[in-house]
C-alpha cells in the first residue's frame, strides 16, 4: 500500500477555508485515496474518497491533481467542532480492500481557534 | 441507536491483572475489527473477524485474545497485562460483499482508554 505523508498540525480559525494536503508519491493505478475524520475521544469516521479530479459531498472536497501523487482535503469554513485528526489512507477502496484491513497513517491534527 | 458500542470506555488496571473489553454492532455487518491507537496517535489493526471466523491476525501477542461468539459480537480479552498495553481500543464493523470481494460500510467505536499502571 502508498505511504502518506501529511503535516503533523494545523492550526485555523473560525470561518476560515482549511487545506490539508496528503503526498503519496507511490501511488498504485487502482488505489483510491480516502479521508477519515477523528474526533477527540471517539473513533474514526469516513468523510471523503476519490479516485482523480474533484469530489464533493456535504462535508468537504477532495482535490486529486492528474499525477495523483498528492491530494487536498479541503474544508470549507471551520467551526470548532472541525477540530479533529485527519488521517489519509492509500490503497484499494473498500470495496476491494481484502481483509477490509485499513492502514492509517500519523494524521493530521487540526485545531481550530475562535 | 445504530452503532458499534464498547465497554467499558475506560479501564484503569494493575499490571499482571487479565481485563477483557466488549464490542457489539446492531448494524447488522458481518465483519469486525479490533484495532489500537497509541499514544502517538497511530492506529494499527489487531484483528479481523467474519461471519466469527478470524481472517485477520496480525503480530500481535499471543496475550491478546479476541472471541466472537456471533457476527455481532467481538470481545478482546488481554492476559497478564503490560505497561505497554496502555491505549486506545477501537472496535470496528463492516459488511463483506462475499468472498474476497472487499468490504463497506465501514464504522468506528468510541474506543476504550485502557491505562496499565
Known amino acids: 500500500l502508498a505511504k502518506t505523508t501529511q503535516p503533523i498540525s494545523m492550526d485555523s480559525y473560525e470561518g476560515q477555508e482549511v487545506n490539508i494536503t496528503c503526498s503519496h508519491n507511490n501511488i498504485a493505478t487502482n488505489d483510491y485515496i480516502t479521508w477519515y475524520q477523528q474526533f477527540p475521544s471517539q473513533g474514526p469516521r469516513f468523510i471523503i474518497q476519490?479516485?482523480?479530479t474533484k469530489v464533493t459531498n456535504e462535508v468537504a472536497s477532495l482535490f486529486i491533481p492528474a499525477d495523483r501523487k498528492s491530494s487536498t482535503l479541503s474544508l470549507p469554513r471551520v467551526s470548532l467542532s472541525d477540530t479533529a485528526v485527519y488521517y489519509c489512507?492509500?490503497?484499494?477502496?473498500?470495496?476491494?480492500?481484502?481483509?477490509?484491513?485499513?492502514?492509517f497513517g500519523q494524521g493530521t491534527e487540526l485545531s481550530v481557534k475562535p | 441507536d445504530t452503532a458499534v458500542s464498547q465497554t467499558p470506555k475506560y479501564l484503569v488496571t494493575q499490571m499482571g491483572n487479565d481485563k477483557s473489553i466488549k464490542c457489539e454492532q446492531n448494524?447488522?455487518?458481518?465483519?469486525m475489527y479490533w484495532y489500537k491507537q497509541d499514544s502517538k496517535k497511530f492506529l494499527k489493526i489487531m484483528f479481523s473477524y467474519n461471519n466469527k471466523e478470524l481472517i485477520i491476525n496480525e503480530t500481535v501477542p499471543n496475550r491478546f485474545s479476541p472471541k466472537s461468539p456471533d457476527k455481532a459480537h467481538l470481545n478482546l480479552h488481554i492476559n497478564s497485562l503490560e505497561l505497554g498495553d496502555s491505549a486506545v481500543y477501537f472496535c470496528a464493523s463492516s459488511q463483506s460483499l462475499g468472498p474476497g470481494q472487499g468490504y463497506y460500510g465501514y464504522t468506528f467505536g468510541s474506543g476504550t482508554r485502557l491505562t496499565v499502571v
Open positions: 489512507l492509500v490503497g484499494p477502496p473498500m470495496i476491494y480492500n481484502q481483509g477490509g484491513k485499513l492502514i
Open positions: 476519490g479516485y482523480k
Open positions: 448494524l447488522g455487518h458481518d465483519t
